[in-house]
């Protein structure tokens, strides 16, 4: 990763636009403006640090966390909050990726090393280029956060590995995740669980209302399928995937929604279902790393073999949260 310098006349479009971006994020952070802040971000958006990562889902979460960060800066005294571009460069018309180093200052006194940080950023049509997905060479398991603990160095050996981005050819997720869902539809309807179980990549993580469950195996998976069909065959109809929204959260993953019903003689016989799917490009197949169903049951654990759709779907910072309660 060579260094550009910003301010000067190396500056190409891309880095323009990049350091413009931080800068206005910065100046509202620093001023605690953080309901015009957060336009600056997609979602879902999915942040990484050396400790693990996040996936920001809501309006309301993004404002909760920037508004701590922002908090967090005035609480330390921070006297100057400055974001500089490394590099940048434009990969489609629509895609930014680039690199840049934060210093934290109090007077002339850093508060924590400096530290670097990618970010992809997308424009969205509205006139704002906003941030897809970020990683930053932090100690810390979330961010932004009160307390920043940098760890620099921490991804630059991710850093020097080129990869091809799909982002780059498909702008959009959605046909791409539209036809994961239709294959799924088809396999489930036609009683095919090995071409189900494919679409899944082992270990796989399910959550449902109040529940988290690990499948290491496509096996472990085989009585949830089973009790899909049985409801299936009690209602004489079929399964239906509808597609709600999806967008690329990194180069290979897509963070997708939809809504399942089970109709049967023209009526509806349960659902609407809500469903999140995180979907990993593996080998140049989409498989399903993670899956969230809005089904409940006794003790939280959903009945295999009767469902019950529960009012809302919980977010991944949720799960996250209640995983560590011990």
């Not at 309301?60 to 966390?65: F, G, R, V």
């Not at 460069?89 to 940080?117: F, K, M």
């Not at 970020?134 to 810390?140: I, Q, R």
Request: hydrophobic share 35%; with cysteine.
């Amino acid at each position: 990763m060579s260094d550009v310098l910003p301010n000067s006349a190396a500056l190409d479009r891309a880095a323009t636009i990049y350091q413009d971006h931080l800068d206005c994020v910065s100046d509202l952070l620093f001023v605690g403006n953080v309901e015009e802040c957060i336009n600056y971000f997609a979602l879902p958006l999915l942040i990484r640090t050396r400790k693990g990562e996040t996936l920001i889902e809501t309006r309301q979460d993004m404002l909760d966390d920037t508004r701590q960060h922002s908090e967090s800066l005035n609480g330390h005294g921070v006297t100057n909050y400055i974001r500089l571009v490394k590099q940048a460069r434009q990969l489609s018309d629509t895609l930014i990726e680039g690199w840049h180093e934060t210093y934290v200052l109090r007077d002339a006194t850093s508060i924590l090393p400096s530290y670097q940080s990618h970010m992809f950023l997308r424009d969205t049509g509205d006139g704002i280029w906003k941030v897809i997905e970020a990683e930053h060479e932090l100690e810390n398991v979330r961010f932004p956060i009160g307390a920043v603990k940098s760890q620099p160095g921490s991804f630059a050996e991710r850093w020097q590995d080129t990869q091809n981005d799909i982002r780059v050819s498909h702008s959009n997720a959605e046909p791409l995740y539209r036809a994961f869902l239709d294959v799924l539809d088809r396999n489930q309807n036609e009683a095919n669980f090995k071409g189900w179980a494919d679409q899944f990549q082992c270990p796989i993580t399910a959550h449902y209302d109040g529940s988290d469950m690990v499948y290491e195996t496509p096996d472990d998976m085989r009585d949830f399928f089973n009790a899909m069909l049985k409801l299936v065959e009690d209602t004489g109809g079929t399964v239906n995937r509808r597609i709600t929204s999806a967008n690329f959260i990194s180069s290979d993953r897509i963070c997708g929604y939809h809504e399942t019903t089970f109709e049967g003689g023209g009526t509806l016989q349960m659902g609407p279902v809500k469903s999140r799917m995180i979907l990993t490009l593996a080998e140049g197949q989409w498989k399903c790393s993670s899956v969230t169903n809005s089904l409940s049951g006794e003790h939280g654990l959903p009945p295999e073999a009767s469902f019950k759709a529960s009012s809302r779907l919980p977010t991944m910072s949720e799960i996250q949260k209640r995983m560590k309660k011990p």
